[in-house]
């Protein structure tokens, strides 16, 4: 196989942005690759890091910072919720939203 440089710089530039998302946001890198994982497992992105149609889907749902905020929310004030309940959750805050 013959060495792709762009392809190891891009590698370079994601491994650098995990950082900066730590970095960014408080938290460890341990933190940002476990919660990668349960992403990964829950089907969200995939193992090269891509963001799945599912993932895809679940952030047009949250992207907007006010659905966002009451499911935070909910989420702290019930300790968690199942994923396709918050998914429902995220669908119809956002319906809401649009009327």
Do not use: C
């Not at 190891?8 to 890198?29: N, S, V």
């Not at 966002?68 to 429902?88: A, C, Q, S, T, Y």
Request: hydrophobic share 40%; net charge negative.
């Amino acid at each position: 196989m013959k060495r792709n440089m762009n392809l190891i710089r891009d590698i370079l530039l994601f491994m650098d942005w995990e950082i900066t998302l730590a970095k960014k946001y408080g938290y460890t890198l341990e933190q940002v690759y476990a919660h990668y994982r349960l992403a990964s497992q829950g089907g969200l992105v995939d193992e090269v890091g891509t963001v799945t149609r599912k993932g895809r889907e679940f952030l047009e749902l949250v992207r907007d910072d006010h659905v966002w905020n009451v499911l935070k929310r909910i989420l702290e004030e019930r300790g968690g919720l199942p994923f396709d309940v918050l998914k429902e959750l995220a669908a119809n805050l956002q319906e809401e939203e649009e009327e």
